[in-house]
């Protein structure tokens, strides 16, 4: 489990705690919102093998947490897809690496080839610069 710590436009901080299944959950949200929340209940039962009271009791929690909201029977997020993801990289450079992103490149890089290592540095970075814009 991790604690993600969202910087909101509004200036308002969102503190996430989430274990693997609820992000799992919240991805297939992100996936097809906006989705109304029967249909959310039948893919959750076809890709996690859920009852439909599982998916209901999931998406409370993400709603009372802020991540999503279920307005008339349509979810949607809260927070954008990378928006979160992109607050759990900051979380993950911070807690292992201090806050240093430099000792996060010398682990990334350590072992592999410096050709592999620039391709995935470089697909991660992109990734980074299609958010911000």
């Known amino acids: 489990m991790l604690f993600i710590r969202v910087n909101r436009k509004e200036a308002i901080m969102k503190d996430f705690e989430l274990g693997a299944?609820?992000?799992?959950?919240a991805d297939i949200v992100w996936a097809n919102e906006p989705?109304?929340?029967?249909?959310?209940?039948?893919?959750?039962?076809?890709?996690?093998?859920?009852?439909?009271?599982?998916?209901y009791?999931?998406?409370r929690k993400l709603c009372e947490k802020g991540l999503l909201q279920n307005t008339d029977g349509i979810v949607?997020?809260?927070?954008?897809?990378?928006?979160?993801?992109?607050a759990k990289s900051e979380?993950?450079?911070?807690?292992?690496?201090?806050?240093s992103l430099p000792a996060f490149v010398a682990s990334f890089i350590s072992g592999k080839t410096i050709q592999?290592?620039?391709r995935q540095l470089k697909k991660y970075c992109k990734s980074k610069i299609t958010v911000l814009l």
């Open 57 to 59: 009791t999931v998406l």
């Open 21 to 25: 299944i609820q992000e799992r959950f």
């Open 91 to 99: 979380q993950i450079i911070e807690d292992s690496y201090r806050g």
């Open 116 to 118: 592999l290592a620039n």
């Open 76 to 86: 949607t997020s809260l927070v954008p897809r990378e928006e979160f993801y992109s």
């Open 35 to 55: 989705i109304a929340s029967g249909e959310l209940a039948k893919i959750c039962e076809k890709e996690l093998s859920w009852k439909r009271p599982t998916t």
